[in-house]
Structure formats: structure tokens, C-alpha cells
């Protein structure tokens, strides 16, 4: 028998769509990045990452590339140039920003000697863990965690697993943006005042600072992966 979270039986509101074009076909938003894209050199990498730096302390600094220029002797241009990872500056040019900055010229390279990592999860290896929904019978396994990184994003993979012992959980709510895909059985899933009947094959994209959680156990066991994306300096 489907379990429900509340008497309220509001119909089935769609996700928004995907554009479609006449002939109802989805239309294909350009990607803001090119997924394929590989950086030529590693010079060319470390003369990027040394770009961002030099621009993340003069932002932290609160000031100009003109004050910059001024502090440093470095021309607009030539600076203009290093921010934006088009040429390598020299030993001197880096002792120069150095001083202007306040920081060790070494700060410079943190961002190209940072460790790219990557986590290999074999099947049923998972980390069982510990969250709001775990009192209402619902089982979270971690598939992966990456803590500090480049992007300044947290990422946590779940597959989070319901059966008869599972109760409705409509009340979570946390901040950043949630991925769900649905493996097995079937769910209405609550989104702020919004109902999605999902099966498997369903997903659904949301901002996860509106209610949001499982409003009916339509048919189970239920197996579905959650991906939960927030800023590193949040508590997620």
C-alpha cells in the first residue's frame, strides 16, 4: 500500500521543459563550456594559474590594475596580459607583484601545484552515513567525497534507498542545488508546493532551499541517486 505524507492530493505539476522548436524537437541550449576541451601545455596551465592568483589578490586587496601597474611598475597591458594567463612573467615581474601584494611569491603557483583528485567507488562499497532522513527508515550511501578543490563546489553523490520500513520525509530544505534519478520503484516527490510523480528513468533538478522530499511511496523497494551540489565555504 503507497505511503503519503499528507492528505493533500494536489495533481502532478510538470518540470519545467526543455525548449522545443516547431516540429517538437528539444532545442539544444549552447554549453557555456566545452566538456572536450584540454588544455595545449602545462606551461599554458601554470601561466593561467598563476593569472588567477595574481587578480584574486588584487581583488582581495581592493584594488585597480591601474594601482596595480603604479605599486609594481608593470605596465596596464603587460598586467593585463599576466591576469589573464596570456603570457608568463618573469622571476623579477613575480617579485615585483609579490612585494606590491604582500604575499610570498610562492602563493602564486598554490593553484597550479594543487592536487587534482579523483575518488573510485566500487559497487557496494559505498560509506553508509548519517542524515535527517536516516530516523525515517531512509538509507544514504556515500558515493564519493571530495572536500577542498578548484571549483569551490562540494559535490556528495547518494544512493539513498527506501523500503517497507521507510517513512515519508517531506521536510528536507538545505542550501545549493539537488539532482535526483530515479533507479527502482516510484515516488511523488514534493518540491515547495509542487508534486512529481517519478519512475525509473525520472530525474529531477532543483534549488534545494525550498522544502522538498518524498510526498507519496508509490511503489517499493525505491532506489534513486541524489546529488548534492553546494559552495565549499557552506555547510551544505
Same mark, same amino acid.
Given at each position: 500500500? !503507497? ?11 510538470? #518540470?519545467?521543459? %526543455?525548449?522545443?522548436?516547431?516540429? &517538437? ?6 554549453? *557555456? ?17 598563476? &593569472? ?18 603604479? !605599486? ?15 603570457? @608568463? ?26 592536487? =587534482? $583528485? #579523483?575518488?573510485?567507488?566500487? #559497487? ?6 548519517? =542524515? ?14 571530495? &572536500? @577542498?578543490?578548484? $571549483? ?8 539513498? *534507498? ?9 521536510? /528536507? ?16 516527490? =514534493?518540491?515547495? @508546493? ?11 533538478? /532543483? ?17 534513486? %541517486? ?11
Amino acid at each position: 500500500m !503507497a505511503k503519503t505524507a499528507s492528505d493533500l492530493k494536489p495533481g502532478p505539476v510538470p #518540470a519545467k521543459a %526543455l525548449p522545443k522548436a516547431a516540429d &517538437g524537437r528539444a532545442i539544444r541550449t549552447p554549453l *557555456t563550456q566545452n566538456p572536450h576541451a584540454i588544455r595545449d601545455t602545462r606551461e599554458k596551465v601554470l601561466e593561467v594559474a598563476i &593569472g588567477r592568483e595574481v587578480r584574486a589578490f588584487r581583488k582581495k586587496l581592493g584594488i585597480t590594475v591601474a594601482d596595480l601597474a603604479v !605599486a609594481t611598475d608593470i605596465s596596464l597591458g603587460m598586467l593585463s596580459k599576466i591576469e589573464n594567463g596570456i603570457t @608568463s612573467p618573469s622571476l623579477t615581474t613575480l617579485q615585483a607583484l609579490s612585494r606590491a601584494l604582500g604575499v610570498p611569491v610562492t602563493a602564486f603557483f598554490r593553484r597550479f601545484e594543487e592536487e =587534482r $583528485s #579523483a575518488v573510485f567507488v566500487k #559497487a557496494g562499497e559505498g560509506l553508509d552515513v548519517e =542524515r535527517r532522513g536516516t530516523r525515517a527508515g531512509h538509507q544514504y550511501n556515500l558515493l564519493g567525497h571530495i &572536500g @577542498s578543490n578548484t $571549483s569551490g563546489v562540494v559535490v556528495e553523490p547518494y544512493l539513498i *534507498t527506501l523500503t517497507e520500513d521507510s517513512d515519508v520525509f517531506p521536510t /528536507f530544505q538545505h542550501e545549493g542545488m539537488e539532482f535526483l534519478y530515479m533507479l527502482e520503484g516510484e515516488v511523488v516527490y =514534493r518540491h515547495g @508546493s509542487n508534486l512529481y510523480p517519478m519512475k525509473p528513468g525520472d530525474s529531477l533538478f /532543483f534549488d534545494a532551499d525550498a522544502p522538498h522530499g518524498p510526498e507519496q511511496l508509490t511503489k517499493l523497494p525505491m532506489r534513486y %541517486l541524489s546529488i548534492i551540489c553546494y559552495p565549499q565555504n557552506s555547510a551544505g
